[in-house]
């Protein structure tokens, strides 16, 4: 990967010593009203370059970030979320043994209903 990597690297750079080598002819640039800059056109083209690849670098940057600020806020949201859900597993599991308890009372005192009705019957 590393030698794809060297020779995308150099043949972008030969293309742009062979763009600079064509196009020495000095052009003017007006940046504002009253302040001009004259230089080889093959400079110029290459600031404007190095100007929009840092911008589009900023851009990436900022956008990364609000995506981190994004994931953290939804990150926050789903630790509520399960703190929630186990607060109430937890009651629920309190409410289960609170019917167990009574449940056996119950099937026992239907048992000697049954058994009086039994003795009764004969």
């Not at 370059?49 to 911008?55: D, N, P, Q």
């Not at 900023?58 to 926050?76: A, D, H, K, P, Y």
């Not at 308890?101 to 000697?112: G, I, K, V, Y």
């Amino acid at each position: 990967m590393r030698q794809i990597n060297f020779v995308i690297i150099f043949v972008i750079c030969l293309a742009l010593v062979l763009f600079g080598i064509e196009n020495t002819e000095p052009a003017v640039i007006h940046i504002v009203e009253g302040i001009d800059l004259r230089a080889p056109l093959s400079v110029e083209l290459l600031l404007a370059m190095g100007v929009g690849a840092t911008l589009a670098w900023v851009f990436s940057v900022w956008t990364q970030i609000q995506r981190m600020l994004e994931s953290g806020r939804e990150i926050r949201q789903r630790d509520v979320r399960i703190e929630e859900l186990e607060q109430d597993v937890q009651r629920y599991k309190v409410e289960l043994e609170e019917q167990q308890r009574l449940l056996p009372a119950s099937q026992s005192r239907t048992e000697d209903v049954e058994i009086t009705e039994v003795f009764a019957a004969k």
